[in-house]
């Protein structure tokens, strides 16, 4: 059997490698320095590596992003990518589909979210290679074969997180605005890509996917992978972020350990679980 090389999924791979073994290198909390805002706020900086102009508070939680991408995107993003060279069929066109969006998500999160740096040309390579390695996929699968009746459970999970994602940022967003400043952790940074990603696409994408699976619209049965492998690597990936949060010295208060970490690490088990009944019904 003639097997078809990606060479998107090896320089996606090799450039998540690169990335985020650089973010892991830059572990060391004793460089931090003092540093005003635009706001004329004083902010503590990181200090160190690629990370070294972001804000303390930040930077920790890059590193447990890079962590969780190097020790678990890294070698699935591998073992789909071989199963699909080797197998090549619509569900393993599906599986390699949705590590390319969680891929995606990372590259978006430090492409807009991490502070300029000599990383800057590669995250933006990350992007465009996890976007159309994406797009190229897709257009492989064959839509009306991916044949999905959605149960009640996953019903419950697409509308619960759906909103969780869209109103869990609500608390940080909603009094600076009324109080007409600017967010509590802005720091140095314009903006929080997060609360882009989460309540401007993720959380929609979930009713979206609903909305077309009760339609019986196999499109929503695509999207339906993409979101349940994104909640579990973001699961895995707020556990190492918390952890070295931690290390780093900063307090987390048990509200938000629940409220933050806590559920979406729940959330990713959950969809741990519909992922594996997925992919049976679409085998049988």
């Known amino acids: 059997m003639k097997k078809n090389i990606n060479y998107l999924d090896i320089i996606t791979i090799f450039l998540l490698c690169i990335i985020s073994l650089a973010g892991i290198l830059s572990m060391d909390f004793s460089k931090s320095y003092d540093a005003t805002n635009q706001y004329g706020d004083i902010v503590k900086m990181f200090g160190n590596g690629i990370y070294a102009h972001d804000s303390y508070f930040k930077a920790p939680i890059s590193i447990g992003s890079d962590i969780c991408i190097l020790f678990v995107l890294v070698p699935l993003f591998i073992y789909t990518s071989v199963k699909n060279m080797r197998a090549d069929t619509n569900i393993t066109k599906v599986q390699l589909v949705s590590v390319y969006a ?55 999970f697409l509308v619960l997180t759906g909103i969780a994602l869209i109103v869990a940022w609500m608390p940080d967003i909603i009094p600076s605005i009324i109080e007409g400043r600017t967010l509590s952790l802005i720091e140095v940074y314009t903006t929080e890509i997060t609360y882009v990603l989460d309540m401007g696409i993720i959380g929609p994408l979930c009713l979206v996917c609903l909305y077309l699976l009760n339609k019986k619209d196999n499109l929503g049965t695509l999207i339906l992978a993409i979101l349940f492998k994104v909640c579990m690597i973001v699961g895995v990936m707020m556990i190492s972020q918390t952890i070295c949060q931690s290390l780093s010295g900063y307090e987390i208060t048990l509200p938000v350990l629940i409220c933050k970490s806590g559920s979406f690490s729940v959330l990713g088990v959950f969809a741990l679980y519909f992922n594996t009944k997925l992919y049976r019904r679409l085998r049988g």
């Open 102 to 156: 969680v891929a995606l998500y990372y590259a978006a999160s430090i492409s807009f979210g991490v502070t300029y740096n000599l990383f800057h040309l590669l995250y933006i390579a990350l992007f465009s290679c996890s976007l159309f390695g994406m797009f190229s996929t897709i257009r492989k699968i064959k839509i009306n074969k991916l044949n999905f009746e959605i149960t009640l459970g996953i019903k419950i």
